[in-house]
């Protein structure tokens, strides 16, 4: 039951309107460079903690310990989510062309129709 929990929580579901190449493009700051390393530390320290919460009981030395892992792997999360957001915004490729492929679509969706 809680690995079921624990599965469904860190799944991440994408609109169906999105190609795969668009959600490879949109999640690979989070995956490389300095990005990408503060996630798997993060993901890392927070498993850490989690399991640490589960073995130590409700000793207070194991609280201390686990809280402290947890709120390192919070912190890591949301700098690694900080340096993906300058790496995508330094790098064209996430920005400008996502705007395109959506006017491109935009503009082929909505084609006028001419009565004759």
Same mark, same amino acid.
């Given at each position: 039951?809680?690995?079921?929990?624990? &599965?469904t929580a860190a799944?991440?579901?994408?609109?169906?309107?999105?190609?795969?190449?668009?959600?490879? &493009?949109?999640?690979?700051?989070?995956?490389?460079?300095?990005?990408?390393?503060?996630?798997?530390?993060?993901?890392?320290?927070?498993?850490?903690?989690?399991?640490?919460? !589960? !073995?130590?009981? &409700?000793?207070?030395?194991?609280?201390? +310990?686990?809280?402290?892992?947890? +709120?390192?792997?919070?912190?890591?999360?949301?700098?690694? !989510?900080?340096?993906?957001?300058?790496?995508? +915004?330094?790098?064209?490729?996430?920005? !400008?062309?996502?705007?395109?492929? &959506?006017?491109?679509?935009?503009?082929?969706?909505? +084609?006028?129709?001419?009565?004759?």
């Amino acid at each position: 039951m809680a690995s079921k929990a624990v &599965r469904t929580a860190a799944s991440t579901t994408w609109p169906n309107a999105r190609s795969a190449a668009t959600r490879s &493009r949109i999640s690979e700051p989070y995956h490389d460079g300095r990005p990408g390393t503060l996630m798997r530390a993060a993901k890392a320290w927070t498993a850490a903690g989690a399991g640490l919460t !589960v !073995v130590a009981g &409700r000793t207070r030395l194991g609280a201390i +310990a686990s809280g402290t892992l947890l +709120a390192a792997g919070s912190l890591l999360t949301r700098f690694g !989510v900080f340096e993906a957001g300058m790496a995508s +915004a330094r790098d064209p490729k996430y920005t !400008v062309v996502p705007q395109r492929e &959506r006017m491109a679509a935009r503009e082929n969706s909505h +084609a006028p129709t001419t009565t004759s």
